[in-house]
């Protein structure tokens, strides 16, 4: 059975923006994230997060090889992206339909291992 961890990146004070990240973490946190991702079960998103984070999908000339290590293992897990706008997702992706909690229940029976949770915001907003 899995379990659903929420996670954000923030600044010492409260600051977030996932559009701008002004400056890339130390190599340090970086691999943190690195280690942290390789143990993750899944992914699953909110819209925006997740289109932020298809960057991992295709590799670029400049990246380092930490940054590669951290896109393998962004692209093994599966991801689940809850939205009411997109039509498809990338690979290894699925959209979730309009029953969310239906399948959340699903997937949290199915899997087992720890799922990351981030950039889900409230029908209301």
Do not use: C
Request: aromatic share 12%.
């Amino acid at each position: 059975m899995a379990k659903f961890v929420f996670g954000m990146n923030q600044s010492l004070d409260g600051y977030i923006d996932h559009q701008r990240f002004p400056s890339a973490p130390s190599p340090e946190l970086f691999r943190q994230f690195i280690d942290q991702t390789e143990k993750l079960s899944g992914s699953l998103y909110g819209r925006r997060l997740y289109e932020s984070m298809r960057y991992w999908d295709s590799d670029q000339p400049d990246w380092t090889e930490d940054m590669h290590a951290f896109a393998r293992a962004w692209r093994k897990n599966p991801k689940w992206v809850v939205s009411r706008t997109l039509e498809t997702v990338g690979p290894n992706a699925t959209l979730l339909g309009a029953d969310v909690q239906a399948e959340i229940r699903r997937i949290k029976t199915e899997v087992d291992g720890e799922i990351e949770v981030g950039g889900l915001s409230s029908p209301a907003a």
